[in-house]
């Protein structure tokens, strides 16, 4: 299976509910990134976590980061109808120049 | 300073032709990466440039596919013929050998930056 796996794969709530997106890797990694991508436009950058880090806030974003589980987190709280979108989460292989993303979890915020 | 440009935003052609994507990375960086998503799945890496050279060309899904980056500024990415299963978004991205981020947004630990992808649809 791919590094990376999201989950859930779609995920719809009401808005000012939080919103939880798993994430799933098989090798060791340098760091894993949350990218955002508006209806099928551009990848946007959210934030970024180091292996040597746990947790990780901005703003809304909260990022945890297990590596004894290979799995992370991305938490979005207080979800505004402007959060719809897909959001992938990306690691970036240790020794390898390159990402490597998920499936991503297409997220829906209901007015 | 600039981002990355990615040109056409949107393609839509026929079966059987060619088209061909560019992209144009912040000046300086000398790595290059195309990416695709197709169909709704996952984001799949196609290849790396390091200057004009091919330093991972792993993920390139057949010889339709041709990667070019003369002179080691922007790059093109042909579908010669393409197929109705290339559809999807293309994405670009550059970063600088060994940077490391400072601050959160596009930048990341090795500095990618993605543009804002080419919707190609194949009718």
């Known amino acids: 299976s791919q590094q990376g796996e999201e989950d859930p794969q779609a995920l719809s709530i009401q808005e000012g509910e939080n919103a939880t997106m798993n994430c799933s890797y098989k090798t060791s990694i340098n760091n894993l990134q949350w990218y955002r991508q508006n209806s099928g436009r551009g990848l946007v950058h959210l934030i970024l976590?180091?292996?040597?880090?746990r947790e990780k806030h901005s703003g809304r974003l909260r990022v945890t980061l297990d590596t004894s589980k290979k799995s992370s987190s991305l938490l979005i709280t207080a979800s505004r109808a402007a959060d719809t979108a897909s959001y992938f989460c990306?690691?970036?292989?240790?020794?390898?120049?390159?990402?490597?993303f998920g499936q991503g979890t297409r997220l829906t915020i209901n007015p | 300073e600039a981002g990355v440009t990615q040109f056409p935003s949107h393609s839509v052609i026929e079966k059987g032709q060619t088209v061909t994507l560019r992209c144009d990375p912040i000046s300086g960086h000398d790595n290059l990466y195309w990416y695709r998503r197709v169909m709704g799945k996952e984001i799949k890496f196609l290849l790396h440039?390091?200057?004009?050279?091919?330093?991972?060309e792993s993920g390139m899904p057949n010889n339709r596919f041709l990667a070019e980056r003369t002179g080691g500024t922007y790059s093109t990415l042909k579908v010669q013929p393409a197929e109705l299963e290339d559809s999807g978004v293309y994405f670009c991205?550059?970063?600088?050998?060994?940077?490391?981020?400072?601050?959160?947004?596009?930048?990341?630990?090795?500095?990618?930056?993605f543009g804002s992808g080419t919707r190609l649809t194949v009718v």
């Open positions: 991205a550059s970063s600088q050998v060994g940077v490391a981020s400072r601050a959160p947004g596009l930048r990341t630990s090795y500095g990618y930056t």
């Open positions: 440039f390091v200057k004009e050279s091919k330093q991972d």
């Open positions: 976590i180091r292996s040597n880090e």
């Open positions: 990306a690691t970036e292989i240790r020794g390898a120049q390159k990402l490597v």
